[in-house]
């Protein structure tokens, strides 16, 4: 098996720091101390490849072969010498990447006659691949792509749910276990979320390996009109757990169900941001070390910390409640907080479709914590919560 290796070094940068995409923002991010997203997190699913490939578990002894281009957009995440020996240099990355690049890798990769892409990015690297498959490649030849979740927001059905999920999907495939199937390469409107909504778009599709388990399917927009009395009943119950605890710190997540939760209380939260809510004080779109410097700080005279909570509710379609759209909750914000103080919240609508919550908080020991714990708490009304397991 031919795999073709893509990494978009300059997704995710912004994550932390709170931006809601890394385009054209990468020196900003990068001079901010951003550090490298989405070169781990192929180095991660290589090395996960490299363990499965080696463990005994690849039972037809399959032979794997990389092709990319040196550098940071393939070859320097090669976690183990025999990959490397294993890689076929098509190129080299140049010295700044853009969408060009992409695209011009995507079509070397293609006359390389690679049998499957295996790339990391977000869902702007994924338009810039497809829309190059579709310029290379004739409707007969449909070449399945596999993506490394390692950019900020991931709607698009191409993605795995972690990195080592890519790894397992692409040996699946390899091995003939998977077949492929269409799906939709979903992005956010970027016109429509300047005028204050948050919106996803279809903007083609792809050919990737159909693993339910594995692969996280595409944003679903779920939220309705009709849900309005939900809503408030969902905004109550917060307001309740505030009024009978005045020092409650808040820490308001992502997405239109809580933006629009907020407005039932009295507070102007950011669409796309992370918030934070005490007492009178909103401190709107934090980053990573503003959410941290904030939660530190809400501490007694003997340095333990005082009440808080944080709200975060599930992407529709995928069930992703952490690690999508929010990488401003770190693993450090994360432990911060304290598992025990995560809430989620949910409409019936968006709760109809989902089974399990997911978890990818870029740290393998947090996240198997998170297993561990089997379960969340999940508000689906005034005074109405259920328990919705975690993903395994």
Same mark, same amino acid.
Request: aromatic share 6%.
């Given at each position: 098996?031919?795999? *073709?290796?893509?990494?978009?070094?300059?997704? *995710?940068?912004?994550?932390?720091?709170?931006?809601?995409?890394?385009?054209?923002?990468?020196?900003?991010?990068?001079?901010?101390?951003?550090?490298?997203?989405? %070169?781990?997190?192929?180095?991660?699913?290589?090395?996960? +490849?490299?363990?499965?490939?080696?463990?005994?578990?690849?039972?037809?002894?399959?032979?794997?072969?990389?092709?990319?281009?040196?550098?940071?957009?393939?070859?320097?995440?090669?976690?183990?010498?025999?990959?490397?020996?294993?890689?076929?240099?098509?190129?080299?990355?140049?010295?700044?990447? $853009?969408?060009?690049?992409?695209?011009?890798?995507?079509?070397?990769?293609?006359?390389?006659?690679?049998?499957?892409?295996?790339?990391?990015?977000?869902?702007?690297?994924?338009?810039?691949?497809?829309?190059?498959?579709?310029?290379?490649?004739?409707?007969?030849?449909?070449?399945?792509?596999?993506?490394?979740?390692?950019?900020?927001?991931?709607?698009?059905? /191409?993605?795995?749910?972690?990195?080592?999920?890519?790894?397992?999907?692409?040996?699946?495939? %390899?091995?003939?276990?998977?077949? /492929?199937?269409?799906?939709?390469?979903?992005? +956010?409107?970027?016109?429509?979320?300047?005028? #204050?909504?948050?919106?996803?778009?279809?903007?083609?599709?792809?050919?990737?390996? $159909?693993?339910?388990?594995?692969?996280?399917?595409?944003?679903?927009?779920?939220?309705?009109?009709?849900?309005?009395?939900?809503?408030?009943? @969902?905004?109550?119950?917060?307001?309740?757990?505030?009024?009978?605890?005045?020092?409650?710190?808040?820490?308001? =997540?992502?997405?239109?169900?809580?933006?629009?939760?907020?407005?039932?209380?009295?507070?102007?939260?950011?669409? +796309?941001?992370?918030?934070?809510?005490?007492?009178?004080?909103?401190?709107?779109?934090?980053?990573?070390? =503003? +959410?941290?410097?904030?939660?530190?700080?809400?501490?007694?005279?003997? =340095?333990?910390?005082?009440?808080?909570?944080?709200?975060?509710?599930?992407?529709?379609?995928? #069930?992703?409640?952490?690690?999508?759209?929010?990488?401003?909750?770190?693993?450090?914000?994360?432990?911060?907080? %304290?598992?025990?103080?995560?809430?989620?919240?949910?409409?019936?609508?968006?709760?109809?479709?989902?089974?399990? @919550?997911?978890?990818?908080?870029?740290?393998?020991?947090?996240?198997?914590?998170?297993?561990?714990?089997?379960?969340?708490?999940?508000?689906? =009304?005034?005074?109405?919560?259920?328990?919705?397991?975690?993903?395994?």
């Amino acid at each position: 098996m031919r795999i *073709g290796l893509v990494v978009n070094p300059d997704a *995710g940068l912004g994550g932390r720091l709170g931006f809601k995409g890394s385009d054209g923002r990468a020196r900003e991010a990068r001079d901010a101390g951003a550090n490298d997203r989405s %070169g781990p997190r192929m180095q991660e699913c290589l090395a996960h +490849l490299f363990h499965i490939l080696n463990s005994g578990f690849n039972r037809s002894n399959i032979s794997v072969s990389y092709v990319g281009w040196t550098g940071r957009m393939g070859h320097e995440w090669m976690p183990e010498p025999s990959m490397v020996e294993a890689f076929e240099a098509i190129g080299a990355t140049p010295e700044t990447t $853009s969408a060009e690049d992409t695209s011009l890798l995507v079509e070397q990769l293609i006359d390389a006659n690679v049998d499957v892409i295996l790339y990391a990015g977000g869902d702007g690297t994924t338009r810039d691949i497809v829309l190059a498959l579709e310029q290379a490649q004739s409707d007969d030849e449909q070449t399945p792509l596999v993506g490394v979740p390692g950019g900020v927001k991931m709607h698009s059905g /191409c993605f795995a749910t972690t990195p080592k999920a890519a790894a397992e999907v692409v040996l699946a495939f %390899g091995l003939g276990d998977l077949q /492929c199937a269409i799906t939709e390469v979903m992005d +956010l409107d970027e016109e429509v979320y300047q005028q #204050g909504e948050w919106r996803v778009r279809m903007y083609g599709e792809a050919w990737t390996p $159909s693993s339910p388990r594995y692969m996280q399917g595409a944003k679903e927009q779920v939220e309705r009109e009709s849900e309005e009395e939900t809503l408030q009943g @969902l905004a109550k119950h917060v307001e309740s757990l505030i009024e009978e605890d005045d020092d409650l710190m808040v820490i308001w =997540g992502s997405g239109g169900t809580l933006q629009r939760m907020g407005k039932f209380v009295g507070k102007d939260l950011t669409l +796309l941001g992370i918030d934070i809510s005490h007492q009178t004080t909103l401190h709107n779109d934090l980053n990573e070390q =503003g +959410l941290i410097d904030i939660i530190s700080g809400h501490v007694d005279e003997h =340095g333990e910390q005082r009440s808080i909570l944080l709200l975060l509710s599930p992407m529709g379609g995928q #069930g992703f409640l952490i690690g999508r759209g929010n990488l401003q909750l770190s693993p450090a914000v994360l432990r911060l907080v %304290g598992m025990n103080n995560i809430l989620g919240v949910a409409t019936p609508a968006k709760l109809l479709g989902l089974e399990s @919550l997911r978890i990818d908080t870029g740290d393998g020991d947090l996240d198997e914590e998170f297993k561990q714990k089997r379960y969340i708490k999940v508000l689906q =009304g005034f005074r109405t919560t259920r328990l919705l397991r975690i993903a395994q």
